[in-house]
Structures are given as C-alpha cells and as structure tokens.
C-alpha cells in the first residue's frame, strides 16, 4: 500500500506561480511512474505531467514550456511546478503512482489539492 499526500495549492492571479509537492509513503520511485492529472469543474481528469523510473518527463501539450515535473528520491516527493498560470489551468490536481515490473496493475492515487487561477 503507498499513500500520497499532495499539497501547494490554493489561489492564485493570472501569470503566477505554485508548487504542488506529492510525498509518498515509501520509496517507490524505482518502480512506479509518477504522474500530476487535474479535473475541472464538469470536465474529465487529464493527465498533465508524468516523471518515469529513469527521470525521462512528458508533458499534455496546454502546459509544455510553463510547467516542471520533478522529484526528490530522499524525500519521495515529487513535485510540479507551474508557472505562467492561466485560468484555464483552475482545477483539483492529483498525485498518481503507477506500478511497473512487479508493481504492474498497482495504482494510486492522492487525495488532490484545489488550484484556482483568477484575478
């Protein structure tokens, strides 16, 4: 079982900046793939960023350019820095981790952390 806990969210103007961090309960990143997601309001969760085993990242187009994924192993945090922040980007974002090798089919999921962008 591996529990994650998000936190950073809250409100923020037009332009700015947050850091959303993710600790896991456990060192898990040698065999999950860590991913940021976020629902809005009436639409589908999206998946926004992921960190692989071996540290390679991808991006959803929308946030290419404003947005970091990162992660601390001695912390077992990961992290998502978002910059240039638009309204658009308001939503509930989640913590993923999903289990590869032996840990394939594994899945979990934070509780998520509200970030609204407004002015």
């Known amino acids: 079982q591996v529990q994650l806990v998000e936190s950073g969210g809250g409100l923020v103007q037009p332009g700015g900046s947050l850091r959303l961090s993710c600790v896991a309960s456990?060192?898990?990143?040698?065999?999950?793939?860590m991913g940021w997601y976020r629902q809005a309001p009436g639409k589908q969760r999206e998946l926004v960023a992921t960190?692989?085993?071996?540290?390679?990242?991808n991006y959803v187009d929308s946030v290419k350019g404003r947005f970091a994924i990162s992660r601390d192993n001695a912390k077992n945090t990961v992290y998502l820095q978002m910059n240039s922040l638009k309204p658009e980007d308001t939503a509930v974002y989640y913590c993923?981790?999903?289990?590869?090798?032996?840990?394939?089919?594994?899945?979990?999921w934070g509780q998520g952390t509200q970030v609204t962008v407004s002015s």
């Open positions: 960190i692989s085993i071996n540290g390679s990242t």
């Open positions: 456990r060192s898990i990143f040698s065999i999950y793939v």
């Open positions: 993923n981790a999903r289990g590869t090798g032996w840990a394939k089919g594994l899945d979990y």
